[in-house]
């Protein structure tokens, strides 16, 4: 099948090279519009951007979906079908209706669960032990089309939305060259998605990632661990900003109150609503990306809370 890739961050990117490497042919790739990244805000090429154009395609950055220049020249390269992976724009009915085939989304999550901008985030902060992802064919609302094919990973204790989403990112490019090669031969039918199970998965703020240390340790680790790395849990000290990286609960420490700092040379504690959490890396503002002990050393925090 001739395609027309839509996609832009990273996690897109393991499914834009296994189109290449497949059978079908990807006529031309849309991405979102340069942006500043970095302290400099520095305009830079999507990842997904990047790829496509050291494979000499195409590539269509729209500002919206639904500008005319877009739509006629998506006409006029008549693709078969548009794989979409975390493309990051709403797609109009006008657009929708291009391609024969629609456009097929492949999103991280199993649907109906955790419908939305930011599943992966979503399942580690409920604590799920497996999730997966979907391919579907893209309707108006949110993540509600049919869905043609699935696929499940496990949720470690440890990962980080992170780690999960490169998982399921490599595993998901090839369930959706598996769907797209599906469509082609007629092998493969897409069914609604059931009514019951349907959880919604909002994209997650800079103050959603604020830690309440008054919170249970299980809480405070899903927390740090679903908010890394976007879009970073932090806490404050002495009135600064402090950046955290993934902590551990810690079962074996004494109780600390809520907020509580406890150092020593070996490890860094905070006091929660059940048992301490052990901090890991830390980044106070301004600052690089530290060890907590090395942090511990430099501020000294005696019996300071966060």
């Excluded at 090279?17 to 006529?27: D, F, G, W, Y």
């Excluded at 985030?121 to 893209?138: C, E, M, P, S, W």
């Excluded at 860094?268 to 890396?281: F, I």
Aim: charged residues 25%.
């Amino acid at each position: 099948m001739k395609l027309v890739f839509a996609g832009t961050p990273e996690a897109a990117v393991p499914s834009l090279r296994a189109l290449l490497e497949s059978r079908h042919e990807v006529a031309a790739v849309v991405t979102r519009p340069d942006a500043g990244a970095g302290r400099g805000r520095r305009v830079s090429v999507s990842p997904v951007g990047q790829v496509a154009a050291e494979a000499g395609i195409e590539v269509l950055k729209p500002e919206k979906a639904s500008d005319p220049a877009f739509l006629d020249r998506l006409r006029e390269i008549g693709p078969d079908c548009c794989p979409v992976v975390a493309y990051g724009a709403l797609l109009r009915e006008e657009a929708l209706g291009i391609p024969r085939h629609g456009w097929v989304n492949l999103h991280f999550s199993l649907l109906p669960a955790w419908r939305g901008a930011a599943p992966v985030q979503h399942a580690v902060l409920a604590g799920d032990d497996v999730t997966g992802a979907a391919t579907f064919r893209i309707e108006t609302g949110l993540d509600t089309g049919p869905v043609f094919g699935v696929l499940t990973e496990p949720v470690r204790p440890d990962d980080t939305s992170g780690d999960l989403l490169d998982r399921l990112a490599h595993a998901g490019a090839g369930l959706l060259v598996r769907t797209l090669d599906g469509i082609e031969s007629g092998e493969l039918t897409a069914r609604p998605q059931g009514a019951e199970g349907v959880s919604h998965a909002p994209k997650l703020t800079p103050e959603d990632a604020r830690v309440d240390f008054g919170a249970p340790a299980l809480r405070v680790d899903r927390l740090v661990r679903a908010c890394t790395p976007a879009p970073g849990a932090w806490t404050t000290f002495r009135g600064g900003r402090l950046k955290l990286g993934p902590v551990r609960p810690a079962e074996d420490a004494a109780p600390l109150p809520p907020g509580r700092v406890a150092a020593d040379k070996h490890r860094v504690l905070v006091g929660t609503a059940t048992h301490p959490v052990e901090l890991g890396e830390v980044q106070p503002q301004g600052k690089r990306r530290m060890a907590a002990v090395e942090w511990a050393r430099g501020v000294r925090p005696g019996e300071a809370d966060l």
